[in-house]
């Protein structure tokens, strides 16, 4: 059962001094134009659309124009969403989006759940249709840590950050790279718009030209469909 926590900012007023964004967070905010709607897919305690409001500073008035709303299924992220002032339902991504009308939202975002969704293609087709335009962000298997992890141990790869998982406890269903995301992203006859790479781990973003598939462990690619 869907269930929606409204946004309330009597009851529940947000709390921007608790929220500390990642590096591919930040570049997700920086992408994001002022006053967009946004869908956040697995949002977590809901500090990405905090950010997005707070840092964008939406007034009271545009708040329904410009909806900001997460899906979560982890109990505790639901409520600490919803604590934030953000408007929160429980769904489970694998089902697909039926609750949302197609072009719902400005920008729908993946943000590091790519890896854990049993049908990446379906959840990939219901973003582009629920949104304007797609976010995706994921850590890159193909990252030259885990590489050498692999050659030089002979063992599944891990390495800090959303690496650090042994083969039998790891929560993430695929091992996307670069190079396979835009593979599939060219197959889906989308348009990149934006694409960022970090070197986490060293707190480097690595530049296009500087073989990201090999060098950044984390992406973020912003993409859209042109409609008919």
Not at 1 to 26: C, F, G, K, Q
Not at 41 to 65: E, K, S, V, Y
Not at 125 to 149: C, K, T, W
């Amino acid at each position: 059962m869907i269930r929606e926590r409204l946004r309330d900012t009597e009851t529940h007023p947000a709390v921007p001094s608790d929220i500390t964004l990642n590096v591919d967070e930040e570049s997700i905010l920086e992408i994001i134009p002022a006053g967009s709607s946004v869908l956040d897919l697995g949002c977590g305690n809901g500090q990405l659309l905090a950010a997005i409001r707070d840092r964008h500073r939406t007034p009271a008035p545009a708040a329904t124009a410009h909806r900001l709303m997460g899906v979560e299924v982890a109990q505790e992220n639901l409520l600490a969403t919803a604590m934030r002032g953000i408007d929160v339902i429980d769904y489970d991504l694998n089902h697909g989006l039926p609750a949302f009308i197609d072009d719902q939202f400005d920008y729908v975002i993946l943000n590091a759940t790519l890896q854990a969704v049993e049908n990446v293609v379906e959840l990939l087709n219901e973003m582009l249709r629920v949104g304007r335009h797609a976010i995706i962000s994921f850590p890159n298997f193909a990252y030259r840590q885990l590489r050498d992890h692999y050659v030089t141990h002979g063992r599944s790869p891990k390495a800090p950050g959303e690496f650090d998982f042994d083969w039998h406890n790891t929560p993430n269903r695929r091992f996307p790279t670069i190079a396979d995301v835009r593979d599939l992203l060219s197959q889906l006859n989308v348009v990149i718009d934006e694409e960022v790479f970090w070197d986490v781990d060293r707190g480097q973003r690595i530049e296009p030209d500087n073989d990201p598939n090999l060098n950044a462990d984390t992406a973020v690619i912003a993409f859209h469909r042109e409609k008919r």
